[in-house]
């Protein structure tokens, strides 16, 4: 099958996802493309980060673990959780 010009053949992308869960809830997806990771929200209350791109996957976790501060007041322990999992 021959592509168009300018469309990537989806076979020769090669991606990884992760489920990104706080507090034991699943707020989105990183995906995993040209060296960095984009956060997208599966969660209503996660959508301001949904796009956004991070470095690495402990910079995701971080950005989620404050917004869900935000959301869930000070008594919110996000390191009692595993934020980012393998999926």
């Known amino acids: 099958m021959t592509v168009p010009a300018g469309i990537m053949d989806m076979h020769s992308v090669s991606t990884s996802a992760y489920v990104v869960a706080v507090d034991q809830r699943r707020v989105g997806v990183a995906v995993a493309a040209g060296g960095r990771f984009r956060f997208i929200a599966a969660d209503p209350d996660f959508s301001t980060l949904d796009g956004s791109s991070f470095h690495h ?12 501060r935000t ?10 959780y595993p934020a980012v999992c393998a999926h």
């Open 71 to 80: 959301l869930n007041g000070p008594r919110f322990r996000p390191e009692a």
């Open 57 to 68: 996957l402990a910079q995701l976790e971080q950005a989620a673990a404050r917004l869900a």
